[in-house]
């Protein structure tokens, strides 16, 4: 079964997504986002009239999407394949890309807005980073975790994973990842049988 080619815009999209986990947002214009992606700015512009904050807002939100669906897909089998998945996923991203991608919901979380109003882009990746913490959490109340502490771990594995890509980008490294893949690993483990 072949790949649906992706339409123009959602071209757009995932490649603003690759640009923003390279080089952050406030450093990467609308102009740069449309030609990593192969698109004439006027074609940009018409898909995102309301430019950048839009484009980066659906960036965020496609690779929050992504990322839930391989989530979705591997918890099936329970909070560790989930774990495993989600890291295996991340690992791909920094290998393949010699360590200059990381994640591009992370990359617009922390960098300082222009307003004082908190932006688009960045609601996105809370509720992202909500629905990543929810499917983990559900995995690990449907594996007997009690509710709360589903929670605090389904946070603790995000935001260790997210912390971890970083850490692989700046060391050049999966040792990061490797260290942090099994310490949650025996965690979640534990958790399940305690």
């Known amino acids: 079964m072949t790949k ?87 690992r791909k991203i920094v290998v393949d890309s010699d360590f200059r991608a990381g ?21 996105a990746a809370a509720e992202v980073f909500d629905s990543w913490e929810g499917l983990l959490a559900d995995s690990l109340r449907e594996h007997g975790v009690g509710p709360e502490q589903a929670a605090q771990l389904a946070t603790l594995v995000v935001a260790a994973v997210e912390g971890t890509v970083a850490m692989c980008r700046a060391k050049r490294s999966t040792q990061p990842l490797d260290h942090t893949a099994d310490q949650l690993q025996a965690l979640i483990l534990a958790t399940i049988k305690g």
């Not at 897909?73 to 989600?86: I, N």
Request: charged share 25%; glycine share 6%.
């Open 103 to 123: 994640c591009p919901v992370l990359a617009v979380s922390i960098e300082e807005p222009a307003t004082e109003e908190v932006p688009a882009p960045v609601r």
């Open 4 to 90: 649906p080619t992706p339409t123009p815009r959602e071209r757009i999209v995932v490649g603003a997504a690759d640009m923003i986990s390279r080089r952050g947002l406030n450093a990467t214009s609308i102009r740069e986002m449309a030609k990593h992606a192969r698109a004439p700015l006027g074609s940009t512009y018409h898909y995102f009239p309301e430019g950048k904050q839009q484009l980066a807002t659906e960036a965020v939100r496609y690779t929050g999407e992504w990322v839930a669906r391989v989530l979705r897909r591997e918890l099936r089998a329970g909070p560790v394949q989930g774990l495993r998945a989600f890291l295996a996923l991340w």
